[in-house]
Nanobody, 118 residues
């Protein structure tokens, strides 16, 4: 089994920055099978959406709404992913979830709240 544990959420003023982290822990065999890690977010009354993702080789992709403001990165050990969020806007307010995709199954974290005040 694998657990995805997020940290780093909180309250920040518009224009500020936050850094989210997600660490995969548990079965090394299953962690090594994770080929893609991503951050999703879900605002009240809205569907969960992909924010940014990164492959084991470091290829990244971003939602248009966060391009140029958010940066996803992955530690060299490959089981921790970070989301550096800058120039935050009130519309970035949501619960942010970490997800790991593997050939076995997908793993979700419990979510961390990010609130951006205007």
């Amino acid at each position: 089994q694998v657990q995805m544990v997020e940290s780093g959420g909180g309250l920040v003023q518009a224009g500020g920055s936050l850094r989210l982290s997600c660490a995969a822990s548990g079965s090394i065999f299953n962690i090594d099978a994770i080929y893609f890690m991503a951050w999703y977010r879900q605002a009240p009354g809205k569907q969960r959406e992909l924010v940014a993702g990164i492959t084991r080789s470091g290829t990244t992709n971003y939602a248009d709404s966060v391009k140029g403001r958010f940066t996803i990165s992955r530690d060299s050990g490959k089981n921790t992913v970070h989301l550096q969020m800058s120039s935050l806007k009130p519309e970035d307010t949501a619960v942010y979830y970490c997800k790991g995709n593997s050939a076995i199954r997908d793993y979700w974290g419990q979510g961390t709240q990010v609130t951006v005040s205007s």
